[in-house]
């Protein structure tokens, strides 16, 4: 799957699947600009793509998809409380976005007004807030589907950071994916990343699959 500008996704592939699409998509002249997939796809994808074109393929990201089991929020939970984001709170969400892209590298990534509009609208954003009132830390939580919901976008600003927020933002986010229903709660993480990874698991989610991303200089057919 893919929709433009953004990357080809792959599911797992058999014995020389990669090969062929890469011959395929050559062939209609698509471009590629990189691949999400399991890691053995990706890397398989990102060696066909190579042979097939002059493109050179670098590892951009390796990630772990991780499934909640118990849900386990932090114990002492960090002052302040979690409320769901509201339409008043749409300049920070944005805001909060666009730094969040900027820290993980992404830089083809929507518009940060519309990213927060499309989240308000499905309420899915859980702030956390200090007993002042002050907003300090956001998850936000894709809608079902298959009755799956997704854990996506946390983010705490970097002065505010170590102090426990981002885990009780996502603890409440994955409180509110359970309670609407859904029967798995997912959550990626970047495998660079020790702290979110190790919070996560505190939290009770349990590792499934790893996952890379290969991103791709310009590709010339080589015929």
Same mark, same amino acid.
């Given at each position: ?26 062939? +209609? %002249?698509?471009? *590629?600009?990189?691949?999400? /997939?399991?890691? &053995?796809? =990706? $890397? ?87 007993? +002042? %009132?002050?907003? *300090?830390?956001?998850?936000? /939580?894709?809608? &079902?589907? =298959? $009755? ?76």
């Amino acid at each position: 799957m893919r929709t433009p500008p953004f990357q080809l996704q792959l599911t797992a592939l058999p014995y020389g699947a990669a090969d062929a699409l890469a011959v395929l998509l050559v062939k +209609d %002249g698509r471009a *590629v600009p990189s691949v999400f /997939a399991p890691s &053995e796809a =990706a $890397a398989e994808f990102a060696a066909a793509w190579e042979r097939r074109t002059k493109a050179t393929a670098r590892l951009a990201m390796s990630q772990r998809l991780y499934r909640l089991g118990t849900l386990t929020p932090p114990e002492p939970a960090p002052p302040g409380r979690a409320r769901a984001a509201v339409t008043d709170d749409r300049q920070l969400l944005a805001q909060w976005y666009d730094e969040f892209c900027t820290d993980i590298g992404e830089e083809t990534r929507p518009d940060p007004g519309s990213w927060a509009e499309s989240r308000l609208a499905q309420g899915g954003v859980v702030l956390w807030e200090t007993p +002042d %009132g002050t907003p *300090v830390s956001m998850a936000s /939580a894709s809608p &079902e589907v =298959a $009755a799956q919901v997704r854990v996506t976008t946390v983010y705490t600003p970097a002065p505010l950071r170590g102090r426990g927020y981002a885990g009780g933002a996502t603890a409440a986010a994955s409180r509110a994916a359970l309670d609407s229903g859904a029967k798995e709660v997912l959550l990626f993480t970047d495998l660079a990343n020790p702290t979110s990874n190790g919070l996560y698991q505190r939290l009770g989610y349990q590792p499934v699959a790893d996952f890379a991303t290969h991103e791709f200089g310009d590709a010339t057919t080589k015929g």
